[in-house]
């Protein structure tokens, strides 16, 4: 149980790390995208429509490498949690199969 909390303080670590490293870069694609939605509301040429598909557009191109980042990250540590849990299930079963034998013999 104590390895299982281990690893649990890990995959939290290296999940607060990642946003950490990613905070200043998530806040200037925010700013531009806020700056772009004022460019595009107040442009009086555009339909309302055409201002919602362009806003729209703008949020998946600017904030597209943010959700890229973080999904690598998310799967890297995902990785990294499912083989360190089958480590720890592989051990308690080899510790489990020890105590086995050593009864039926």
């Given at each position: 149980m104590q390895e299982l909390r281990r690893i649990t303080l890990?995959?939290?670590e290296l999940w607060l790390g990642t946003l950490v490293q990613h905070h200043a870069e998530i806040s200037r694609r925010l700013q531009q995208l806020e700056l772009e939605?004022?460019?595009v509301e107040d442009n009086a040429s555009l339909s309302s429509a055409d201002k919602d598909r362009l806003i729209a557009e703008k949020h998946r191109i600017i904030l597209k490498p943010v959700s890229n980042n973080l999904c690598l990250s998310?799967?890297?540590t995902l990785y990294?949690?499912?083989h360190k849990m089958f480590v720890f299930?592989?051990?308690i079963m080899c510790v489990v199969f020890v105590r086995i034998c050593t009864k039926l013999s």
């Open positions: 890990l995959w939290d939605v004022v460019r998310f799967l890297a990294l949690y499912v299930l592989f051990l």
